[in-house]
């Protein structure tokens, strides 16, 4: 290469550089700043409650048997109306999700008769060891709306019968 090739080299170098500072920034200053997330995305598992507090999981394992990965594990237990977590006959007492092993595909989202579990638009999930990638039943659900009792609740002989909500018309 010539001198004067080299020369040329240089200048458009510097031009780059010096037209690139009156460019708006595309960094992002994450994670001060975060961006939004499309609609469809999906990230972490969150457990839902109804207003009143209940859970909305009922242990069913639907959830589980979607899962393409394995990643769920449920084991139910007895409601009773003294101790009430969950509308219904059971309610999850070990609900886990293997963070490692979740591809996010929504399959368990979309099994769920209750609508409980729920993939949300948080994509923060890091780990330092093999044991903090599994979620358990406290990480993921959800905390009380105001107005809601925490679970178990006592609740009234006979009202909570249906696991199962009913659902709207879907033709409304
Ligand atoms: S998002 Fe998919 S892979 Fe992850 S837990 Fe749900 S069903 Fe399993
Ligand atoms: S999250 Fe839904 S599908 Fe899974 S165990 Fe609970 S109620 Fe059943």
Not at 2 to 29: H, L, Q, V
Not at 110 to 135: H, K, M, W
């Amino acid at each position: 290469m010539s001198a004067i090739d080299e020369i040329k080299a240089i200048a458009t170098g510097m031009w780059t550089t010096f037209r690139s500072m009156f460019e708006e920034p595309i960094t992002i200053e994450y994670p001060e700043v975060k961006r939004p997330v499309r609609r469809r995305f999906k990230g972490r598992h969150y457990l839902q409650r109804y207003d009143n507090g209940l859970e909305r999981c009922i242990g069913c394992s639907l959830c589980a048997a979607a899962c393409p990965a394995d990643a769920i594990f449920v084991e139910s237990a007895e409601n009773t109306d003294e101790e009430r977590y969950s509308p219904g006959e059971r309610y999850a007492s070990t609900y886990e999700i293997n963070m490692l092993r979740c591809i996010f595909c929504g399959y368990c989202e979309d099994a769920c008769p209750t609508e409980a579990i729920v993939l949300g638009d948080n994509y923060e999930l890091s780990f330092t060891n093999r044991s903090d990638a599994i979620y358990t039943k406290e990480m993921l659900l959800v905390p009380v709306k105001p107005g809601g009792k925490p679970t178990p609740q006592k609740t009234e002989p006979g009202r909570y019968t249906r696991a199962v909500p009913e659902m709207a018309d879907p033709a409304d």
